[in-house]
């Protein structure tokens, strides 16, 4: 075995560790179609090296240090989760994050699968490209953008607003967006809070945009966007001569839905350009 990788390494001498990384990682996730019980084999194996790996470091070199795994996919890898530190490190979440190690898994999870929702959600505000061909109708002009006959649409770019399919998404100025471009959205979910709405003061930074929604609104959000229905949410462009209304903050171009029937409030919200808003929606 030391003769043929002496043999691999003069073969390659440029690349040999780098052919042996590619195989490394392509073992590590390959068989993407695995079995629940698969992947939960693949997981322990995977932790059982790591562990080695971290105790072997700190045995021979004293590198301290600590790892969080777990799954990635929320109906499949609901157990898969584990923490280690090495002896130097012990406790280390414990007294610097007052939470043991089930407590500091939960809160992992959480993370991942808010930064997954997050994505999800900035893909829903881009471009609809897989919702072309067969699907989609021709206007005159021969584009594809589906619209209903009261000229709604569930994507912002179809209606002018060629700003949406950039990589990054004006959470925060996307009510003055709108207003320029002469667009308004309806059907906002009424316990979302709005674009550039801030959840509260903050001492330093100030919002943080779109990572200021929780994990619950951002699903809410998500299934708001994906529902075709008339109670979804939807873009429509404003009338020509209301584009500058709607830029004076004279109209809002957000309207929110009702709120839920257990709400304290009788009336949705609508917000306008200049990030005003007010509770004289529906009812």
Not at 57 to 71: D, N
Not at 198 to 203: A, L, V
Request: glycine share 10%; aromatic share 8%.
């Amino acid at each position: 075995l030391s003769r043929c990788y002496k043999l691999f390494r003069e073969e390659f001498p440029e690349t040999w560790s780098d052919i042996l990384d590619t195989f490394e990682e392509m073992e590590a996730v390959g068989g993407m179609d695995q079995t629940v019980s698969q992947r939960q084999q693949l997981f322990a194996r995977l932790v059982k090296n790591l562990r080695q790996t971290f105790s072997g470091m700190a045995k021979a070199h004293r590198f301290e240090g600590v790892f969080i795994m777990a799954g990635s996919v929320v109906n499949q890898d609901g157990g898969l989760g584990h923490v280690f530190s090495t002896a130097g490190a012990v406790d280390f979440f414990a007294e610097r994050c007052r939470a043991d190690d089930n407590d500091i898994v939960g809160h992992f999870k959480a993370h991942i699968y808010h930064k997954a929702s997050l994505t999800h959600l900035a893909l829903l505000f881009e471009d609809g490209k897989n919702d072309g061909g067969s699907a989609a109708k021709k206007d005159e002009g021969g584009s594809a953008a589906k619209k209903d006959e009261g000229g709604r649409t569930h994507h912002t770019e179809k209606v002018g607003c060629q700003w949406a399919t950039g990589k990054l998404f004006p959470w925060k100025g996307l009510p003055s967006r709108l207003a320029k471009s002469g667009v308004v959205c309806y059907n906002y979910p009424d316990s979302v809070p709005f674009p550039g709405q801030e959840r509260q003061s903050r001492m330093k930074g100030g919002s943080k945009g779109i990572s200021d929604l929780t994990l619950p609104e951002c699903t809410t959000l998500l299934a708001a966007l994906g529902d075709d229905s008339k109670e979804g949410l939807y873009f429509k462009s404003a009338l020509s001569d209301s584009r500058g209304i709607l830029q004076a903050s004279l109209m809002p171009v957000i309207y929110g839905t009702a709120p839920a029937h257990n709400s304290h409030q009788t009336h949705g919200k609508r917000m306008y350009a200049n990030l005003t808003v007010d509770r004289k929606g529906p009812p």
